[in-house]
Structure formats: structure tokens, C-alpha cells
């Protein structure tokens, strides 16, 4: 079973970056799936996540309007195109795969399977 994150890097404010989940070893179209994200001296939070079996999109309330997450059933992989980013939005962004629904992103809890984080910064 495989999570390959991708995407993540150096953006000045108010610029654009899309991150990529390409996944492997599981049932794609059941899972949800989606980002953690975790900054230096904080703790880890959920921040948005599709379930592919029904649709079912999750984004936490300080993404809401800037983020759009996006599921390609034909590539395993999912998306996450983050606009509009702030400084805030600054941390090592971890792509994870559950089999319950966004319950899990919402309360943070521990999901099934993780992948390697990417860092994003966003500076001036």
C-alpha cells in the first residue's frame, strides 16, 4: 500500500500551489482521502478530504472558499488546489486514506494509512 504526496513547496501570500495524493493498494473508490497538515509548535490538523464511495467533500472552516479537493478514480490519485494561501496556511501537509468517512478529518482522528508529508511555506 502506497500514499505518494507531491506538490508542495515555497509561495509567496496570496499565491497558488496544488498538492497530489497518488495512491496504491487499496480500494480507491471506497476510501476517503485527504490532508493533515501540522506546523511547528502545533498540533496536527484535518484539513480537507473527499470520500470517494459517495462524493462526500470535507474542507475545515479556515480552508473553506480557498481550497478545492478533486478525486481521479482512472489515476488513484486526489488533489488538493490551495488558492489564496497565508502565511497560516504554513506546514508539513501529510496525504492519509481511511476507510470511515470525514468524521475522521473532522475530529482528527488517527486514520488508516499515511503518506510522506510535503512542505508548503507560504512567505514574503
Known amino acids: 500500500l502506497q500514499l505518494q504526496a507531491s506538490g508542495g513547496g515555497v509561495v509567496q501570500p496570496g499565491g497558488s500551489l496544488r498538492l497530489s495524493c497518488t495512491t496504491s493498494g487499496f480500494n480507491f473508490d471506497y476510501y476517503t482521502i485527504g490532508w493533515f497538515r501540522q506546523a511547528p509548535g502545533r498540533e496536527r490538523e484535518g484539513v480537507s478530504c473527499?470520500?470517494?464511495?459517495?462524493?462526500?467533500?470535507y474542507h475545515r472552516d479556515s480552508v473553506k472558499g480557498r481550497f478545492t479537493i478533486s478525486s481521479d478514480s482512472a489515476k488513484s490519485t486526489v488533489y488538493l488546489q490551495m488558492d489564496n494561501l497565508t502565511p497560516e496556511d504554513t506546514a508539513v501537509y501529510y496525504c492519509?486514506?481511511?476507510?470511515?468517512?470525514?468524521?475522521?478529518?473532522?475530529?482528527?482522528?488517527?486514520?488508516?494509512?499515511w503518506g510522506r508529508g510535503t512542505q508548503v511555506t507560504v512567505s514574503s
Open positions: 492519509a486514506a481511511d476507510s470511515a468517512g470525514w468524521g475522521t478529518w473532522r475530529l482528527n482522528y488517527n486514520p488508516d494509512y
Open positions: 473527499i470520500t470517494n464511495r459517495d462524493g462526500t467533500i
